[in-house]
């Protein structure tokens, strides 16, 4: 077999730099050689903006695919959440990692009173808002840019009472303080905690040597949650949650989704339990009652409000 160096396109913060090691010494444990090129994203470079006003789906993962159709990089790792439901012509999904934690965590400072009071959270996520609205409606949020490390020092900074994150970044690069609150009641970005490597649909060597990276039960579950989310037309912007999880002991799949209006006062919820065999369309399927039980007119109301 000829031997090439794989080479992997990875942005340039701690948790994606992390994550490109993580996949490149798991290759060179198989006997594939590796580099890694670290470039600046456009979600990296404009901080100043919520990422719903840039409107680009797949901001952090634009830069990485250039690089690939460029025949610069082999293979792109990325955060799954971060990837838009339709990948560009000619890149293809070779492999889904085994998933982390899903969970958001709140941070805090030390102090949970605010939780009963008036208080100000931070996030850059538009589900993240919409669900903390939808508990706590006297709250303010307010917008959080940067990767990781920047947006704790933000946290710091201000005199905000919180803010949120995913539990997987934070527990990735050891960046996890002793101030936190799992936010077990918080349905988490689709594909949350799951790392996804993608490659050139014509590259059979390196499709061959990523695929033996796989994990069957995160593809199926990260498939189905992002199926909903591509039928409920979300993007990257739209306030949608889904999580799916395995109960080997059954055999089954336990699914739980939702669509909230941008303020958290609206809330479309769906939770079901069905055999393995059906997961092929169980995103589909759920997506289209949450469609039918209102969200048609609910994404309507979203698309039109991010457009003022």
Known sequence: MKKKTIRIGTRDSELALWQANTVSKKLNALGFETEI??????????????????????????????????????????????????????????AVLERANTLDLLIHKGNTDFLHQEATIATGSLRRQAMWLNKYPQHQVVDLRGNVNTRMQKLHDNDWSGAVFAAAGLERINLKPENFLNLDWMIPAPAQGAMLVV?????????????????????????????????????????????????????ALHFQGVLLSIDGKQKLEIDKTVAISEWKKLGFYAAQEILNNGGTELMKNIKDTLKK
């Open 37 to 94: 090129v670290a470039v600046k994203s456009t979600g990296d470079l404009i901080l100043d903006k919520p990422l719903y006003e840039l409107g680009i789906t797949g901001i952090f993962t634009k830069t990485l695919d250039v690089a690939m159709l460029k025949g610069e990089v082999d293979i792109a790792v990325h955060s799954m959440k971060d990837v838009p439901t339709a990948l560009p012509k000619g890149i293809v999904q070779a």
């Open 199 to 251: 490659a050139m649909e014509n590259d059979n060597f390196v499709l061959d040597a990523v695929a033996l990276l796989n994990d069957i039960e995160t593809e199926i579950c990260t498939y189905i949650e992002r199926q909903f989310l591509k039928t409920l037309e979300g993007g990257c912007t739209a306030p949608i949650g889904a999580l799916v999880t395995y109960n080997e002991d059954e055999d």
